[in-house]
């Protein structure tokens, strides 16, 4: 992965094309404001969005069974007519 400097102003007027670029060409930005570094911006790829997807659906599940938010399949099927 390619790392590159640029100003927050930069940042801010081309976030746009900035975030395709990083995406094309696997680049990483490190924003500055006054040549202090403030954050990181990095692309994420397909498969890391599907794992994040599926670790906020683990844990709302999780929460649901928690709080007893549950059916089993008995109920579902009372429920549809089944």
């Known amino acids: ?23 094309e060409n696997n680049i990483q930005y490190v924003v500055l404001n006054r040549n202090q570094p403030i954050f990181k911006v990095s692309p994420l790829s397909k498969k890391d969005t599907v794992i994040e997807k599926l670790a906020l659906d683990v844990e709302e599940a999780r929460n649901d069974v928690k709080n007893d938010r549950v059916h089993d399949f008995e109920d579902v099927c009372n429920e549809l007519g089944l």
């Open 1 to 23: 992965m390619i790392t590159k400097l640029i100003g927050v102003k930069e940042f801010r007027q081309n976030v746009t094309s900035l975030y395709k670029k990083a995406q």
